[in-house]
């Protein structure tokens, strides 16, 4: 069946960026020159999956604002002919129609994504991890997407992590079935590295099954007593094969504060109209007797 929905849960209470994120979505801190968010509703759109369901919860309305047309700022800006800009807010709000559902409690990711059955029904779908965020030849989601066409089943984007990084993951137990392509035997929620099956760590595209939703309606809370999507997919495993692809292209975090920086400079670095003025600066800060 085909994918046409993608799920793009933003519900989470973004404690690691307190105090920013008091009356701030973390969904909503900049990188470079758009917030976090819209990297994945941009992913998903060049993937052509136009029907996007986002889990808020409260304090989120910042999101939906974002993605809405506001007509007062439009005329604001019509009147002072500022037709750049005006093109700017105007593509955001032409951009997509999202469909809002709430996760009432933080439970988990594997509860937010549960919130999401209401309107993914009984349909194959892509899941977005906004933390995660991917810079591809081929987005990330559409290589998930040509294993789906070929195997069916769910696929994982994976990752290889330092071992000592385990413990910041999903990990997967690898059956090698291809080229960067693997059957996934079974997988576990952030495993000490002593514990950890390897260093294939799930990152933060996924195109799952619908049965993933019973799955996760049984599945008990489980790393840091919360519903966790990887518990969910371990039950899933002995009624749907599960894949995972080795993506190429890469990765950037923005979930930590330390990690978003790190993307912050990556991503400026590579830009187009900033990436030449920050690499100078750059340099030019780093020179030991400037510092
Ligand atoms: C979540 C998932 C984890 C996955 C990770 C990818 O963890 O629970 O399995 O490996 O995203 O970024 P979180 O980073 O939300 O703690």
Same mark, same amino acid.
């Given at each position: 069946?085909?994918?046409?929905?993608?799920?793009?849960?933003?519900?989470?209470?973004?404690?690691?960026?307190?105090?920013?994120?008091?009356?701030?979505?973390?969904?909503?801190?900049?990188?470079?020159?758009?917030?976090?968010?819209?990297?994945?509703?941009?992913?998903?759109?060049?993937?052509?999956?136009?029907?996007?369901?986002?889990?808020?919860?409260?304090?989120?309305?910042?999101?939906?604002?974002?993605?809405?047309?506001?007509?007062?700022?439009?005329?604001?800006?019509?009147?002072?002919?500022?037709?750049?800009?005006?093109?700017?807010?105007?593509?955001?709000?032409?951009?997509?129609?999202?469909?809002?559902?709430?996760?009432?409690?933080?439970?988990?990711?594997?509860?937010?994504?549960?919130?999401?059955?209401?309107?993914?029904?009984?349909?194959?779908?892509?899941?977005?991890?906004?933390?995660?965020?991917?810079?591809?030849?081929?987005?990330?989601?559409?290589?998930?997407?040509?294993?789906?066409?070929?195997?069916?089943?769910?696929?994982?984007?994976?990752?290889?992590?330092?071992?000592?990084?385990?413990?910041?993951?999903?990990?997967?137990?690898?059956?090698?079935?291809?080229?960067?392509?693997?059957?996934?035997?079974?997988?576990?929620?952030?495993?000490?590295?002593?514990?950890?099956?390897?260093?294939?760590?799930?990152? /933060?595209?996924?195109?799952?099954?619908?049965?993933?939703?019973? @799955? #996760?309606?049984?599945?008990? %809370?489980?790393? *840091?007593? +919360? $519903?966790?999507?990887?518990?969910?997919?371990?039950?899933?495993?002995?009624?749907?094969?599960?894949?995972?692809?080795?993506?190429?292209?890469?990765?950037?975090?923005? /979930?930590?504060?330390?990690?978003?920086?790190?993307?912050?400079? @990556? #991503?400026?670095?590579?830009? %187009?109209?900033? *990436?030449? +003025? $920050?690499?100078?600066?750059?340099?030019?800060?780093?020179?030991?007797?400037?510092?």
């Amino acid at each position: 069946m085909e994918v046409r929905k993608a799920v793009v849960p933003a519900a989470g209470r973004g404690t690691r960026f307190l105090p920013i994120t008091k009356s701030q979505p973390k969904e909503m801190l900049p990188l470079v020159d758009k917030p976090i968010i819209q990297y994945a509703v941009e992913e998903a759109l060049a993937a052509g999956l136009h029907d996007l369901v986002l889990v808020t919860s409260q304090g989120k309305q910042a999101i939906e604002d974002y993605f809405d047309r506001s007509g007062e700022l439009e005329n604001l800006l019509q009147q002072r002919g500022e037709m750049k800009l005006l093109k700017c807010v105007c593509h955001l709000s032409n951009m997509v129609d999202i469909v809002y559902v709430r996760q009432k409690q933080p439970l988990g990711l594997g509860h937010a994504v549960l919130m999401a059955e209401v309107v993914v029904g009984k349909e194959p779908f892509g899941l977005f991890l906004p933390d995660d965020i991917f810079v591809a030849a081929h987005p990330v989601i559409s290589q998930l997407l040509d294993a789906y066409k070929e195997l069916g089943g769910c696929i994982l984007a994976v990752q290889r992590v330092q071992h000592e990084e385990t413990k910041r993951y999903g990990i997967i137990t690898p059956n090698k079935i291809g080229d960067h392509l693997y059957q996934v035997m079974d997988l576990v929620e952030k495993p000490l590295p002593e514990q950890a099956p390897s260093d294939l760590a799930i990152v /933060g595209r996924y195109v799952l099954q619908p049965s993933i939703f019973d @799955a #996760l309606k049984v599945t008990p %809370p489980g790393k *840091g007593q +919360e $519903i966790q999507l990887t518990d969910g997919l371990r039950r899933l495993l002995s009624r749907e094969k599960i894949y995972a692809v080795e993506f190429d292209g890469t990765r950037y975090d923005a /979930g930590t504060p330390i990690e978003w920086l790190k993307a912050t400079i @990556a #991503l400026a670095l590579r830009h %187009p109209e900033v *990436g030449p +003025e $920050i690499k100078s600066y750059l340099r030019t800060s780093m020179q030991p007797e400037l510092v």
